[in-house]
């Protein structure tokens, strides 16, 4: 019941873009991304709730496909702070589950 | 607004014996969520209060796991005769009374079995 994310791992250069991704075996009905730094607890960055729907977090955009049931996390312009990992969240019934992760790396 | 408060931050204990956990939820939030979390991996769902009503716990959860949340307020996680895979990071999360909301976590507790 755990959401899949894509790629495991990512090392990007200051400036760069990438994408992350989340897809689940189950309907979703919204997504919550999260990131979390090396000791930290995760931090909550975005929800969405509606198919198609796309949010914003300064430089961090998210979208979901409900039919698809993924979300992807855009990031533009890396920033060294922009490093963690990186959770999709999802319900199912009255359980709250995280994704496998993706570990980011921004480097100067 | 203190944010969730999760106590031990650490605990050290031996084989086989007891420990509590305890966790403090922002004051307004109604959903009480308890994670365990492994070096690499990801949280994993533990258990789901709404209020003081334990609705889910996952199926992962052995017997000597256990968890109450009296009054709908603090929450406490037990483990009796710890093992050494017990071993991890134990994270609390709360949120508001809409599923959509988002979820607050405690810096948690890490345990260490040895």
């Known amino acids: 019941q755990q959401p899949v994310q894509s790629p495991q791992a990512v090392i990007l250069r200051e400036g760069e873009d990438a994408v992350i991704n989340c897809s689940s075996s189950?309907?979703?009905?919204?997504v919550h991304w999260y990131r979390q730094k090396h000791g930290e607890a995760p931090v909550f960055l975005m929800i969405?709730?509606?198919?198609?729907e796309q949010k914003g977090h300064e430089k961090i955009s998210a979208s979901f496909n409900e039919k698809k049931q993924q979300s992807s996390l855009y990031l533009t312009a890396s920033q060294l702070s922009y490093s963690g990992t990186y959770f999709c969240?999802?319900?199912?019934?009255?359980?709250?589950?995280f994704g496998t992760g993706t570990s980011l790396t921004v480097i100067p | 607004d203190t944010g969730v408060s999760q106590n031990p931050r650490h605990k050290i204990t031996k084989r086989g014996q007891n420990v509590t956990f305890r966790c403090d939820p922002i004051?307004?939030?109604?959903?009480l969520y308890w994670y365990r979390q492994t070096l690499g991996q990801g949280p994993e769902f533990l258990t789901y209060?709404?209020?003081?009503?334990?609705?889910?716990k996952s199926r992962l959860l052995s017997d000597r796991f256990s968890a109450e949340r009296p009054k709908g307020s603090f929450s406490t996680l037990e483990i009796q005769r710890t093992e050494q895979g017990d071993s991890a990071m134990y994270l609390c999360?709360?949120?508001?009374?809409?599923?959509?909301?988002?979820?607050?976590f405690g810096n948690g507790t890490r345990l260490t079995v040895t």
């Open positions: 999360a709360s949120g508001a009374w809409s599923h959509n909301s988002p979820l607050h």
């Open positions: 189950k309907a979703l009905y919204s």
């Open positions: 969405l709730l509606k198919g198609g």
């Open positions: 969240g999802t319900e199912t019934g009255n359980q709250f589950y």
């Open positions: 004051s307004e939030h109604n959903r």
């Open positions: 209060f709404q209020n003081e009503a334990q609705l889910e």
